[in-house]
């Protein structure tokens, strides 16, 4: 069983048929994420299988996570500290007119579906794994209606972070030794959430970061409060490059402070007020032409010494891995370009991109933070045994390369120069890679093959 299929290990399907054939196409889409479905198959009657598979009522998004979301709790509690992240990332199909079940994006012409996963991710982000692949759709001719104030938080989009905290609540009490921590942006900066999470020593703790200004009991504003405070710590970091903003270094002052929020009316039920700490991360000389770095962080946890504050800062930074995550589903998996018809087969094909993309993020990172480690944790004999043939133009060792050296090989295959100043391999050049790692094997099965007389 190849490393990737491993986390299909336990799936249940009602068929060991279909159970079969689910491991069988997570590698096939595995070993060529960047091809249409019936590319990545070994012909039309292994696509035809494929299609099948999908259409399968028993094959559901919720059972084909189900095996990786164990393994992925399995993982999680090896470790102190976990961060749980959630965020959201529209899928479009616009140009897919004849896809049953999609809803409007932005737009009414924008037609596509939202996905909201939660990502497991260790402080030093490695990524263990996904807790689940919520998705949603929105009902056509829905954007544009005027808002009801009186509407329960049951009824809007918005809930989706406050179930996303409860369910991240309900794994705590499952893993007593592990401490795990919501982390989310700015939509979820909602008071219900803050009210649904009153974290004791048992529950999730979480950080968010603040959206808006409330204003406290005494006449003055969160943020007031914050100006008024003293700088407790300092820090630089280096912010990637994103959506159009280049990579620079950012210097900022940090501040904190233990306030009470006063509880907003709620035509449906009555609020507690809540006590939280407010983090205020701020860039008061940023380059000219440049907008400040800012941010608002909001956590149940105390912030009081100059360690605790840039713990949670670097907690938050973490969130970025969720962004890598997305881009490597769109433009590493292609999942946009998926033509399967209908949502009910989309999901459940989602989710198997969903743990190709997980497996990408995590070798990438865990290369980076156990590079001593050895491969065969992450890779499995025929992989790495290939790559090293390939690459190294002799007979592999009896005992594997780390896995820094293994990660460095396979990113070679995919582009990645290694030189002294290039760094560590990012996940694109390493996607790329595990592709062409595939085909090694495959070859080096043939040859195989082909010496004990079997083809021919």
């Known amino acids: 069983m190849s490393a990737l299929s491993e986390e299909f290990y336990g799936i249940d399907l009602g068929d060991q048929r279909l159970n079969r054939r689910a491991q069988n196409l997570l590698e096939r889409l595995g070993d060529k994420p960047l091809v249409s479905i019936p590319a990545a198959c070994n012909g039309w009657r292994e696509t035809r299988a494929a299609y099948r598979l999908f259409d399968h009522k028993a094959v559901t998004a919720e ?19 976990v961060l749980c992240i959630q965020d959201t990332s529209e899928i479009d199909y616009t140009g897919k007119p004849s896809m049953q079940g999609l809803g409007p994006l932005n737009l009414e012409i924008r037609q596509g579906l939202y996905l909201h996963p939660t990502l497991a991710l260790t402080p030093e982000r490695v990524c263990l794994g996904l807790l689940n692949g919520y998705t949603w759709t929105r009902e056509p001719g829905s954007l544009g209606q005027p808002k009801d104030p009186s509407r329960p938080l049951e009824e809007k989009e918005s809930v989706r972070w406050v179930d996303g905290y409860q369910r991240v609540n309900e794994l705590a009490e499952q893993l007593p030794e592990t ?33 808006h200004d409330r204003a406290l009991d005494d006449g003055k504003s969160l943020r007031q409060h914050l100006a008024d405070a003293p700088v407790l710590t300092e820090t630089s970091f280096e912010r990637p490059t994103a959506h159009g903003v280049k990579a620079r270094v950012v210097q900022q002052q940090i501040k904190a402070i233990r306030v009470t929020l006063p509880a907003p009316w709620r035509p449906d039920r009555m609020l507690p007020d809540v006590k939280v700490t407010a983090i205020l991360a701020t860039e008061p000389n940023p380059p000219a032409g440049e907008e400040p770095v800012e941010w608002l962080l909001l956590t149940n946890l105390p912030v009081q010494t100059p360690e605790q504050a840039l713990e949670k800062l670097q907690w938050y930074l973490c969130r970025w891995q969720i962004e890598v995550f997305f881009r490597i589903l769109k433009s590493g998996c292609c999942i946009e370009k998926l033509q399967l018809e209908k949502l009910e ?112």
């Open 345 to 456: 087969r989309l999901e459940p094909a989602l989710a198997f991109y969903m743990i190709i993309a997980w497996r990408v993020l995590f070798v990438t990172m865990l290369g980076r933070e156990c590079p001593e480690m050895p491969c065969d944790v992450v890779f499995d004999t025929a992989e790495w045994q290939a790559v090293y043939i390939v690459t190294e133009r002799k007979s592999p060792p009896d005992t594997p390369p780390t896995l820094d050296q293994m990660v460095r090989r396979v990113a070679g295959l995919g582009g990645f120069l290694n030189r002294k100043s290039d760094g560590f391999p990012g996940p694109q050049t390493l996607w790329i890679g595990l592709q062409r790692a595939a085909d090694f094997v495959l070859a080096m099965d043939a040859q195989r093959g082909l010496g004990k007389g079997t083809y021919g």
């Open 179 to 211: 401490r795990l921590t919501y982390v989310a942006d700015r939509e979820a900066d909602i008071y219900d959430l803050f009210v649904e999470a009153p974290c004791p020593e048992s529950a999730a703790d979480w950080l968010v970061r603040g959206k």
């Open 63 to 81: 059972a084909v996570l189900a095996p990786h979301i164990a393994s992925t709790v399995e993982r999680m509690g090896e470790h102190p500290r």
